[in-house]
């Protein structure tokens, strides 16, 4: 038992001893001589007051060759971090100026918008500050005397609606490595436009709330169904007749060809991208829109988005629809606005 013991007592002193070595090795090849000690450490830290890289002052002795020259190597390191530091606390600390116009969509100026201006604190980039004026009597509005490193401009006025990338902008005055900073020209100011509410009208909409679409489940059979808009349901009296030839549920993905088809008999379909559908025009309707996709063609798709002026109807009405569907759903989803008046103004109230 005791020479088991004794045996085993000098195979740890071994492991523990390689282990050392093993270590010192390791260290000096990573560093290119003999590790410093705890005080040699202790020496060469690196301490910053106010920003800039201070290496302590007490003296090392010069019988410690290394560890002086790791020093300077420290210090070369150190100065080139503060540099980096420097350029980095110079891009966000910019000077800010800014020049806009606010104008509505025939761009007559609209006087007393309320502007807010929100941009990165010089010392702090996570916080931000925000300021908010009104325009002056040409629409136009300024900012200067701020400092940082990007300016978001958010632009609002009542009875006006917030066009489509164009009421929130965000300007850099930093330059990187895709963009120069921007440059303010007080002789030509950024624009930014809002539409002017008109009158409105009590349109039939397809829902409301927390369900603004009327979503009915068709055959998938190619069977024609009709809706009735202004019921919001199924009926032989519909305004519009929808088909869809579509696989079942569980074959889509194998499926090569599917179709979806709207039909209008007296009246018609004309597709839209406006921002503000709501100007109806008087004429120009086509009575049928219809899909029909195969596999591995250029206009293959699995879904149907699409928007559209509608009318219908003797006097016509007329209104805008926002249909969806795709080929692993039973419902086509169906978002429109009416005017039962039968005027084409399709703006809300």
Not at 19 to 35: E, K
Not at 245 to 260: A, H, I, S, T
Request: hydrophobic content about 35%.
């Amino acid at each position: 038992m005791k020479t088991k013991f004794a045996w085993t007592t000098i195979l740890i002193v071994v492991i523990i001893v390689a282990g050392i070595c093993f270590n010192r090795q390791r260290s000096q090849t990573s560093s290119g001589g003999d590790s410093p000690s705890t005080n040699d450490l202790l020496r060469q830290t690196v301490h910053t007051e106010s920003g800039q890289p201070i290496v302590h002052s007490r003296p090392i002795s010069t019988s410690f060759g290394p560890d002086v020259t790791n020093l300077i190597t420290n210090q070369s390191n150190n100065s080139q971090i503060a540099n980096i530091v420097d350029v980095y606390s110079a891009q966000l600390h910019q000077p800010i100026t800014f020049f806009g116009r606010v104008v509505d969509q025939h761009n007559t100026a609209i006087v007393g918008a309320h502007v807010k201006f929100i941009w990165t604190h010089l010392v702090n980039p996570e916080t931000s500050y925000e300021t908010n004026i009104l325009t002056d009597i040409y629409g136009g509005f300024s900012l200067q005397g701020r400092v940082g490193a990007t300016l978001s401009v958010q632009v609002s006025a009542t009875n006006y609606y917030a066009m489509q990338n164009a009421s929130l902008k965000t300007f850099s005055y930093s330059k990187t490595f895709f963009q120069q900073p921007f440059q303010p020209d007080p002789a030509n100011p950024v624009v930014f436009r809002l539409r002017k509410k008109g009158l409105g009208n009590a349109l039939i909409t397809s829902g409301s709330g927390m369900l603004p679409d009327f979503s009915p489940r068709l055959p998938r059979d190619g069977t024609p169904v009709k809706i009735d808009l202004l019921q919001q349901q199924i009926a032989d009296s519909g305004q519009i007749s929808i088909s869809q030839l579509k696989p079942e549920l569980k074959e889509w993905k194998q499926v090569q060809q599917w179709g979806f088809k709207m039909t209008i008999p007296d009246g018609g379909f004309i597709e839209e991208n406006d921002e503000f559908p709501f100007e109806a025009p008087a004429t120009g309707y086509q009575p049928t829109v219809e899909f029909q996709f195969q596999q591995g063609q250029p206009d293959w798709a699995t879904r149907v988005k699409k928007d559209y002026y509608i009318k219908f109807g003797s006097p016509p009405k007329f209104g805008h629809l926002h249909v969806v569907t795709a080929i692993d759903i039973d419902d086509v989803r169906l978002t429109y606005q009416i005017n039962p008046d039968g005027t084409q103004n399709l703006e809300p109230q």
